[in-house]
């Protein structure tokens, strides 16, 4: 029976299929970091209270692109560059979503609209991350190569998740809340079309890899396409409703530093 977990198990059976896997989490992971890392130290004078808690969401992005290339490590792979089409958050800065690269990359102090539309986006993003980490534990979380590593990086998405909601929630109570319901209306409607987008391409490259019959190949392709028109229809409401966490604080306090292979 054709199902998520059947699909991810071919993957990781499959040494190429694997390596496609991890390299494209692990630079998307270092991507985000050093996003996260470059908004801390450009935060507004104003909004500079928030500069430990993203400078944590980067570290752990940065961790987490240490894990998936150590889990490459441990079968004796190498990564491979990663192909512009199954680029998720490249595609989406040239969507106009998030901060670009350029703005990051200048010295100029960021405003506070730029952090609010920067919470913003990565409240979209931690909801995508956390829910296919959830899945990847559900289903994977016991397995003795990658468990530990997907736990770990599950609980650190659902952290992400939750400060992003305290956040927009405290700004919101601040008069933000219109800039913020438009900026995460926005977000989600491109979210959406990108990750569909970006499931084909990587599904089309695991169908010439593991050599799936059309058939196969074709349910995977209509399963994507179904999921979009679910989100689109209002499964992306998920993505913009925002409610206090049950945990406060979650990037609170030093980022762990211990070698990526331990947590591997």
Sequence with gaps: MLTAKS????????????????????????????????????????????????????????????IFNALLHRRDLTPVPVPPDTDYTMILERQGIGLSHRK????????????????????????????????????????????????????????????????????AAAGRGREIKDLLDASAAAEIRVYRDVSLAVMGRMAEILRWPRAKAAVITAGIH?????????????????RMPERRGALDGPAPTPAAPEFA
């Excluded at 071919?10 to 630079?27: H, K, N, Q, V």
């Design 104 to 171: 990051l990359s200048a010295d100029d102090r960021l405003d506070e609209h730029d952090v609010v539309a920067y919470l913003a986006h990565s409240r979209v993003t931690e909801q995508r991350a956390s829910e296919q980490m959830r899945m990847l534990a559900h289903y994977f979380g016991d397995d003795p190569g990658i468990g530990k590593a997907v736990r770990m990086i599950c609980r650190d998405e659902d952290n992400h998740l939750a400060y992003c909601h305290e956040e927009l929630l405290r700004l």
């Design 226 to 242: 179904g999921m979009y028109a679910w989100e689109r229809l209002g499964g992306w409401y998920r993505m913009v409703s925002l």
């Design 7 to 66: 699909v991810f198990q071919e993957i990781l059976d499959d040494d190429e299929a694997f390596r496609l896997f991890c390299s494209i989490a692990a630079s998307g992971e270092a991507q985000g970091g050093w996003e996260n890392g470059r908004i801390a130290a450009l935060l507004p004078p104003g909004m500079d209270y928030l500069a430990p808690r993203v400078a944590r969401h980067g570290a752990d992005e940065d961790k987490h692109g240490r």
